[in-house]
């Protein structure tokens, strides 16, 4: 399913008269529930060991590429991954990650590996 094509539906269908108007947040909101889905979906086929348990939403944004166009970036995380060293007063833990990139009309165009680094101060 299209994302765009969807979006495109619910405008027309909250001008109709008597029908409800979708606040702005309503429209967004089930744009990116559609766009978490097919990531989820994309996930699911590339690794189907991995279960949508496993796996905790972690980052939704649109970004450049060079060649001036824009696409959907979604990535989630597999905290069961996760490893945490310890030097000196930082703490820093890396989870695996998995990242779906699709075209802004919701066309998947890459799922890919990868990790995601977070240090922390530690009291000693």
């Known amino acids: 399913m299209k994302t765009l094509p969807l979006l495109m539906a619910v405008c027309l269908v909250s001008v109709l008269p008597g029908c409800h108007k979708p606040q702005t947040g309503e429209v967004i909101g089930a744009a990116e529930a559609i766009i978490k889905a097919k990531a989820l979906a994309s996930i699911s086929a590339k690794h189907p060991e991995i279960g949508s348990s496993d796996l905790k939403f972690s980052d ?14 979604v990535v989630y995380s597999i905290p069961a991954s996760a ?24 066309e998947v165009e890459n799922v890919s590996d990868g990790t995601r680094s977070d240090v922390y101060n ?3």
Request: net charge positive.
């Open 60 to 73: 939704l944004r649109i970004e450049a590429v060079p060649n001036d166009s824009e696409r959907v970036l």
């Open 83 to 106: 490893k945490t060293t310890t030097e000196g007063t930082k703490a820093t833990t890396i989870t695996r990650t998995i990242d779906v990139r699709m075209s802004l009309s919701g």
């Open 122 to 124: 530690v009291a000693k």
